[in-house]
């Protein structure tokens, strides 16, 4: 399954901060694959009151696996933040239990960039 992040639908000062879809509903061993472009992250493991110290562009992309564990922090970095070429565009996780998980942007959790994996048999 791929999720877009909806940033901008027309020209002007007005963004929208959504992954699309916000709730997504799969099978365990389903994978997700995430892409922006424009900053924005995939963030697990944290409810965004809980980062890392500093700014949310210092803090270093984490994938511990391919699978997502439940509990682990696992982010994408943020997306298309540095030179062309060098920064994330995309990220896939792979999803083997069932749960819900939930995700947000280390950028804008704040204003509700968040989303929700539901992984069911």
């Known amino acids: 399954m791929q999720v877009g992040i909806l940033t901008q639908?027309?020209?002007?000062?007005?963004?929208?901060?959504e992954y699309l879809p916000p709730d997504i509903?799969?099978?365990?061993g389903d994978t997700i694959l995430w892409k922006s472009e424009t900053p924005h992250s995939v963030t697990f493991g944290s409810s965004?009151?809980?980062?890392p110290p500093g700014h949310p562009t210092d803090i270093p992309a984490a994938k511990p696996s391919d699978m997502y564990d439940g509990?682990?922090?696992?982010?994408?970095?943020?997306?298309?933040?540095g030179p062309p070429g060098q920064a994330p565009t995309s990220f896939e996780l792979?999803?083997?239990?069932?749960?819900?998980?939930?995700?947000?942007?280390v950028l804008h959790w704040n204003v509700g960039h968040v989303g929700t994996v539901s992984v069911q048999q």
């Open 71 to 81: 509990a682990s922090f696992y982010h994408s970095g943020v997306f298309n933040l």
């Open 9 to 17: 639908t027309s020209p002007g000062p007005l963004e929208l901060l």
């Open 94 to 105: 792979t999803f083997p239990d069932a749960g819900t998980f939930s995700y947000i942007c």
């Open 48 to 51: 965004g009151e809980d980062l």
């Open 25 to 28: 509903t799969i099978k365990p």
